[in-house]
């Protein structure tokens, strides 16, 4: 049994209330991407953040979002 290092949750320290946040990634969603770092945007509790993945899946950078708007696509 071979486990990638890409597999499993992934973890890391929200850098606004310095909780532990533990996250699966939506590696279907990631099969089509073209460009990395690919963006991923969590919300956790009341804030934002955007974890930049690099080509292995791996936390390349965090950003904390300062202003969003949440939009919706259609199927």
């Excluded at 973890?11 to 310095?18: A, D, I």
């Excluded at 990395?36 to 292995?56: N, W």
Aim: glycine letters at 2%; a neutral charge; charged letters at 30%.
């Amino acid at each position: 049994m071979v486990i990638l290092m890409s597999e499993g949750l992934k973890w890391f320290q929200c850098p606004v209330c310095k909780e532990s946040i533990h996250w699966k990634l939506p590696e279907d969603d990631l099969k089509k991407v073209k460009r990395f770092p690919a963006p991923i945007v969590i919300r956790h509790k009341d804030h934002y953040l955007i974890c930049y993945l690099d080509s292995h899946y791996q936390l390349a950078d965090t950003e904390i979002a300062t202003s969003f708007v949440e939009g919706k696509s259609k199927e």
